[in-house]
């Protein structure tokens, strides 16, 4: 596709459920980020991916969160036991592995834990 | 770690008039790259501009321009000839010069509102 396209747009989820937010990044980018974005700020770093191997998770809040790339394009963004904080909007981008690299982002999807 | 600070939540300009948006970043390295992303309603982080740290000529692009201060570690972006389709969050990022395996550094953003 043209661009970095992520589903669902919303998620509704009830305290405790399992949710799986998808990331599909633009053809041929090998690296891969996922990103927080809480109401008001920023977004914030989750984990990083280049190609299947995901080289750093260090920003996953907790042992909840869980995302994966077997194949090297389509990513799941996945988090367990889902909590209130959990709602936010999560932030796709991927990017060509070069040094000058912009990421290129998609809409986002807007969860929010009942 | 980096941290980059946006010290303006909101900036209202007048439509056709020049509004500047400031950013400040602190970091140890001396080599990096620095971006103004645009977000507006739809959610779509949209790059704006980006500057590398090793380039002593500001960036610009058409109505965007940067002012980049390196010893001062500041970043800020001047839009000139605001239009309304500039209504936006705006956020300074920083990533450093690592070979593409960092996650981008985003302020706090500031809230651009454009009045008619």
């Known amino acids: 596709g043209a661009g970095v396209s992520q589903s669902p747009r919303y998620k509704v989820a009830k305290r405790g459920q399992d949710v799986a937010l998808r990331c599909d990044p633009i053809s041929g980018h090998v690296s891969l980020f996922w990103y927080q974005q809480a109401l008001g700020q920023g977004p914030e770093f989750l984990t990083y991916f280049q190609n299947e191997a995901q080289l750093d998770k260090s920003g996953l809040p907790s042992d909840r969160f869980f995302a994966e790339r077997p194949e090297g394009s389509v990513s799941t963004l996945k988090i367990q036991r889902t909590q209130q904080e959990d709602s936010a909007v999560y932030l796709c981008?991927?990017?060509?592995?070069?040094?000058?690299?912009?990421?290129?982002f998609g809409d986002g999807t807007r969860l929010s834990i009942l | 770690a980096q941290t980059v600070t946006q010290s303006q939540p909101e900036m209202s300009v007048q439509e056709a008039e020049t509004v500047t948006l400031s950013c400040t970043y602190d970091?140890?390295?001396?080599?990096?790259?620095l971006f103004w992303y645009k977000q507006p309603p739809s959610r779509q982080m949209i790059l704006v501009i980006r500057q590398e740290a090793y380039k002593q000529q500001n960036a610009t692009e058409n109505r965007f321009s940067v002012n980049f201060q390196k010893a001062a570690k500041s970043f800020s972006l001047k839009i000139s000839d605001s239009q309304l389709g500039d209504a936006a969050m705006y956020f300074c990022?920083?990533?450093?010069?690592?070979?593409?395996?960092?996650?981008?550094?985003f302020g706090k953003g500031t809230h651009l509102i454009i009045q008619p």
């Open positions: 981008a991927s990017s060509p592995l070069t040094v000058a690299r912009p990421q290129h």
């Open positions: 970091t140890s390295e001396s080599d990096y790259y």
């Open positions: 990022a920083f990533a450093d010069s690592g070979g593409g395996a960092d996650g981008l550094t």
